[in-house]
């Protein structure tokens, strides 16, 4: 559902068909999962659970729906089977919130919840509950349910739902964080016990595990991954940047590895063996496996619709490069790049070859630190594309993963502790 489309009512989803890029249908939606918060704070949609045509019920991410509409679900079409498994923080709407029981603010008034409305936030791509649709009525009373009055309201004019701001629960202190940058939450678990750290890296949905990992020092990244079921270890790794997800990896045991790699899709464990076949410090090393590749015949528009994705850092949508097929990393012959600035000084439908900034030579994926730091510097990049001898795109180098290897080994260590004196000091 685009922006702006109309809120849809969860009982017109239950049951509903979806379907992939291609149109072939992979299951039927059985339920929706929110994150209540704390207050009033509309619920957070995480995704749906959907059955599949074995009976096997999973969970989607609303990041991987592309579109609600007429009647059906339309998804990127990467799924993981693997079975739904409600965490302490989850609650199921069709489950849990249905014919419950809440009282309007206004009046003290006991009603019973008949339907929930879902809207997606205007440029974003999360999802929320805005509206309650309630009966008035006296609990047990069949009639005086049947015609007690109907009505909708703002979910903040109701409560009963959300969590308790009393308590010291890993799902209050969740909610409590759940505003907190990645950076600024990772922070926080730096300094939580490790049995407190652990709850709340066990109630965090797997993207924003993998987002807050990928903050945290080396050490604190093992213990909590250490911690995580294998199934669920292996859904985090391909959750968190390819190169961040490599460099874990790479300082886990040998048997670990090979256990997690082997519970991964075969698509994202080949991308971490390869990154991690090339040695920490060089460009193979450092470079991400999911840049912004496009075929010489995209348009402009193309370009700039696959800069938009609010998924993408900003390093890695500064431009996008274009190659020959396959598309995928590793790509056929790279052809050049192009910067998103160029992209906006230029008609919607020329075609992106026609634009190209061919003159800049690419990384060699063995290039070393210094003079990869130097090429930055030199050209003023925020990113560099890596090419094989053969000519083939292997991935990127942003600025961010140059300047994480540049500083000391200890740098976030270092910024918790000052963070921790700052705040000892009352200052």
């Not at 959300?162 to 890993?170: F, H, R, W």
Request: net charge negative.
């Amino acid at each position: 559902m685009a922006a702006g489309a109309p809120r849809i009512f969860v009982s017109h989803l239950s049951g509903i068909a979806v379907f992939d890029p291609a149109g072939d249908q992979v299951g039927r939606v059985r339920d929706l999962v929110v994150m209540l918060r704390m207050g009033q704070r509309p619920p957070r949609l995480l995704g749906l659970v959907v059955e599949l045509a074995t009976r096997r019920r999973i969970f989607l991410p609303m990041t991987r729906v592309t579109a609600i509409q007429s009647g059906q679900v339309i998804t990127t079409g990467v799924l993981n089977v693997r079975r739904f498994e409600q965490r302490p923080t989850e609650r199921l709407v069709f489950g849990e919130l249905l014919d419950r029981r809440v009282t309007l603010t206004e009046t003290g008034e006991e009603v019973s919840v008949l339907d929930l409305s879902v809207h997606q936030l205007p440029a974003r791509r999360e999802w929320e509950i805005d509206r309650v649709f309630v009966r008035k009525g006296r609990k047990g009373s069949a009639f005086r349910r049947a015609k007690g009055e109907a009505l909708t309201v703002e979910w903040t004019a109701v409560t009963g739902f959300s969590l308790e701001e009393q308590g010291q629960g890993a799902e209050s202190l969740l909610a409590t964080f759940e505003q907190l940058r990645p950076a600024d939450l990772a922070n926080v678990l730096h300094h939580l016990s490790p049995k407190r750290r652990a709850e709340v890296a066990a109630a965090l949905d797997d993207d924003r595990l993998a987002d807050v990992l990928e903050e945290l020092p080396e050490d604190d990244q093992i213990e909590i991954l250490g911690k995580l079921k294998e199934e669920r270890a292996a859904d985090v790794l391909e959750a968190m940047d390819p190169d961040d997800a490599a460099d874990l990896l790479g300082e886990l045991p040998t048997d670990d590895q090979e256990r997690l790699l082997r519970l991964m899709q075969p698509g994202d464990a080949a991308d971490m063996r390869r990154l991690m076949s090339y040695e920490d410090r060089t460009a193979g090393g450092l470079m991400t496996t999911e840049p912004i590749v496009l075929r010489p015949d995209a348009t402009v528009a193309d370009a700039l619709a696959r800069v938009r994705n609010a998924d993408l850092s900003p390093a890695l949508a500064a431009q996008v490069y274009v190659c020959r097929p396959p598309d995928e990393t590793p790509t056929g012959k790279y052809l050049g790049t192009v910067h998103f600035q160029r992209l906006l000084r230029e008609p919607p439908p020329s075609l992106v070859s026609s634009i190209l900034d061919s003159d800049l030579q690419p990384l060699d994926p063995e290039a070393e630190l210094p003079d990869i730091a130097g090429f930055f510097a030199t050209y003023d990049m925020v990113a560099a594309p890596v090419v094989d001898e053969a000519g083939s795109l292997l991935g990127a180098v942003t600025v961010d993963d140059v300047l994480d290897h540049m500083l000391p080994e200890d740098w976030r260590e270092t910024e918790f502790h000052l963070d921790e004196e700052v705040a000892t000091d009352g200052s």
